[in-house]
């Protein structure tokens, strides 16, 4: 399996810009979960699916940040307009219960956000 | 509801020395309890989980944890550490709606 693919892995853009982040779980998992990863506040959960339905986005910063998954191959997380501070690593990850119902996530390899 | 605390934020050993990485939880039942590693400018990577089929899990890069219930402790150990090994770890309980809790995280500095 190609584990949790995200895209792009690098993004630099200007203050005011929208961002689309891009991520594709592993096949068969029916949870998603959307991270951000600062120095500052270490790794939060912003927005996580089960079964491509959001079930609890109260991470989400503010109204900037959107989040949606058409199919349980796809998920995008945008943000409009950008801002300096949402400069970070932001990872996906997904998970699919297991017998013991043990829910470890696989994390995708992370995007990298720069906002000037 | 569940917790966990990683006893040391940052832990500094010698190459070829033993690993010891400290976790406890906190949980109203017997949980299941992962370690994750994060290497420089990576993503989180799975080490090792345990799901009381046995109390002792063997991971990944010779790593393995000890649940021990008494203690509510799930420690992180190495017999020799490599210098591949410097990275952070995380000690994570998964709640019962499917979202990981996470420890804050121990920095693993290995010398040469």
């Known amino acids: 399996d190609a584990g949790v693919i995200q895209s792009p892995r690098h993004e630099v853009t200007e203050m005011g810009q929208e961002v689309t982040l891009r991520c594709k779980p592993i096949?068969?998992?029916?949870?998603l979960f959307w991270y951000r990863q600062t120095m500052m506040r270490g790794l939060e959960l912003l927005i996580y699916f089960n079964n491509n339905v959001p079930i609890d986005d109260s991470g989400m910063p503010e109204d900037r940040f959107s989040a949606k998954m058409p199919n349980a191959s796809f998920s995008t997380l945008k943000i409009q307009p950008s801002e300096p501070r949402d400069s970070a690593v932001y990872f996906c990850a997904s998970s699919q219960p297991g017998t013991s119902g043990s829910y470890e996530q696989y994390f995708g390899p992370g995007t990298r956000l720069t906002v000037t | 509801a569940q917790s966990v605390t990683q006893l040391d934020s940052h832990v500094s050993v010698s190459e070829g020395t033993p690993v010891l990485l400290r976790c406890n939880y906190s949980?109203?039942?017997?949980?299941?309890l992962f370690w994750y590693v994060q290497h420089p400018n990576k993503g989180l990577q799975l080490l090792l989980k345990?799901?009381?089929?046995?109390?002792l899990v063997k991971g990944i890069n010779g790593f393995e944890a000890e649940f021990k219930k008494s203690e509510t402790s799930f420690h992180l150990t190495k017999p020799s550490a490599h210098m591949s090994d410097a990275a952070e770890y995380f000690c994570v309980v998964p709640s019962n709606t499917g979202k990981l809790i996470f420890g804050q995280g121990t920095t693993l500095q290995v010398k040469p």
């Open positions: 949980s109203s039942y017997s949980p299941s």
């Open positions: 345990y799901t009381s089929a046995a109390t």
């Open positions: 096949s068969g998992h029916n949870s």
